[in-house]
T-cell receptor, first 113, second 112 residues
Framework: GESVGLHLPTLSVQEGDNSIINCAYS??????FIWYKQESGKGPQFIID?????DKRQGQRVTVLLNKTVKHLSLQIAATQPGDSAVYFC????????????FGTGTRLQVFP | DAMVIQNPRYQVTQFGKPVTLSCSQT?????MYWYQQKSSQAPKLLFH???????NEADTPDNFQSRRPNTSFCFLDIRSPGLGDAAMYLC???????????FGDGTRLSIL
């Protein structure tokens, strides 16, 4: 069977609160960053992206912040809903091989009523 | 409408018996990727194609091979599956124009 993997960091929030999920990326040459949401049994689903020439980008209820100095990316979800419960991954692309998308560790978001 | 389609959704094979997973896309993207994802882990890139140009990751076992006969289809062949190959296998596509990659819903492979 499938081997047991690493335990994912978990963020538990109450419905209606704001959520902040953090990610450290590895390659200072990466120039494009994406946040994905993955629900159980499904593939990763695009949430929001940001280029390295920006430090903030907003979508519907979501905001991504990029700090290139410390190679840090965050995803903010406003008014978190039960449907937001999932695993969230940051991913980076660019640098030496611009076709290659590399995922961060992932964070499990649990939303309580 | 599904844009990246993986078949089958669930695949069971026997230890050592070759298995092929398939992926098709309707997006006409020039890049296609195969990832392996184990429980509670991030997807791990196995290899990718830029058109017909194949790019293998250094740590991808030789047991894993891939074919891309045309733009729309890409296959993952596992020549002699071991118990450690049980995982979710994800296919993704990209148009190399700084738009996000599109993922299929994966094939969950079990090894008996």
């Amino acid at each position: 069977g499938e081997s047991v993997g690493l335990h994912l960091p978990t963020l538990s929030v109450q419905e209606g609160d704001n959520s902040i999920i953090n990610c450290a990326y590895s390659n200072s040459a990466s120039d494009y960053f994406i946040w994905y949401k993955q629900e159980s049994g499904k593939g990763p689903q695009f949430i929001i992206d940001i280029r390295s020439n920006m430090d903030k980008r907003q979508g519907q209820r979501v905001t991504v912040l990029l700090n290139k100095t410390v190679k840090h990316l965050s995803l903010q979800i406003a008014a978190t809903q039960p449907g937001d419960s999932a695993v969230y991954f940051c991913a980076e692309i660019g640098g030496y091989n611009t076709d290659k998308l590399i995922f961060g560790t992932g964070t499990r978001l649990q939303v309580f009523p | 409408d599904a844009m990246v389609i993986q078949n089958p959704r669930y695949q069971v094979t026997q230890f050592g018996k070759p298995v092929t997973l398939s992926c098709s896309q309707t997006l006409n993207h020039n890049v296609m990727y195969w990832y392996q994802q184990k429980s509670s882990q991030a997807p791990k890139l196995l290899f990718h194609y830029y058109d017909k140009d194949f790019n293998n990751e250094a740590d991808t076992p030789d047991n894993f091979q891939s074919r891309r006969p045309n733009t729309s289809f890409c296959f993952l062949d596992i020549r002699s599956p071991g118990l450690g190959d049980a995982a979710m296998y994800l296919c993704a596509t990209w148009d190399s124009d700084n738009q996000p990659q599109h993922f299929g819903d994966g094939t969950r492979l079990s090894i008996l």
